[in-house]
T-cell receptor, first 112, second 117 residues
């Protein structure tokens, strides 16, 4: 089955700097890649998602890229702010099953 | 956006008892819902796919006789943890996709924190 790996597990950046989180997936049939932000004790919140026909997608300070050949995808957050501090999860799913397989998570700390 | 609710938000029970958790899609219908378990500081692990009107599909390593799933309507799925033990203490989260929207996005419930004494 699908396996999603995520790095780094923790990331500390200075406010205003950029943060990059990387994921790899194993199943080449995966075609939907969402990213979630989760605060302690809360539900995951979708921050951006894309399908594999798109190589890159941007939404204000957030961008995602996909390398289908290498089966890598990344989340880029620019101009980080303290309120960006949370745990971020990547996920992948394929076809009609729609079940999401999550990465292990990245704890992002943005220092004021 | 679509809203998913869960009930209860937290529950404490004694070892050996059963606990039922409800997951509801409030403003859309969902033939499929998903149940996840999240231990502290860990990722969301898919437990099973709940299918309306048919049996749930369990992920490898998840005991179907321990985690009973019923999806009796297009807006409600329930997860029953039978004979709960302390190691079942976790954060249980459901999700559902609004199929009518045609989008892949899944909407998550707020989660249920289960503590087994």
């Amino acid at each position: 089955g699908e396996n999603v790996e995520q790095h780094p597990s923790t990331l500390s950046v200075q406010e205003g700097d950029s943060a990059v989180i990387k994921c790899t997936y194993s199943d080449s049939a995966s075609n939907y890649f969402p990213w979630y932000k989760q605060e302690l004790g809360k539900r995951p919140q979708l921050i951006i998602d894309f399908r594999s026909i798109v190589g890159e997608k941007k939404d204000q300070r957030i961008a995602v890229t996909l390398n289908k050949t290498a089966k890598h995808f990344s989340l880029h957050i620019t101009e980080t702010q303290p309120e960006d501090s949370a745990v971020y999860f990547c996920a992948a799913s394929k076809g009609s099953s729609y079940k999401l397989i999550f990465g292990s998570g990245t704890r992002l700390l943005v220092r004021p | 956006g679509a809203v998913v609710s869960q009930h209860p938000s937290w529950v404490i029970c004694k070892s050996g008892t059963s606990v039922k958790i409800e997951c509801r899609s409030l403003d859309f219908q969902a033939t499929t819902m998903f149940w996840y378990r999240q231990f502290p500081k860990q990722s969301l692990m898919l437990m099973a796919t709940s299918n309306e009107g048919s049996k749930a599909t369990y992920e490898q390593g998840v005991e179907k006789d321990k985690f009973l799933i019923n999806h009796a309507s297009l807006t409600l799925s329930t997860l029953t943890v039978t004979s709960a033990h302390p190691e079942d203490s976790s954060f249980y989260i459901c999700s559902a996709r609004d199929q009518a929207s045609g989008r892949d996005e899944q909407f998550f419930g707020p989660g249920t924190r289960l503590t087994v004494l």
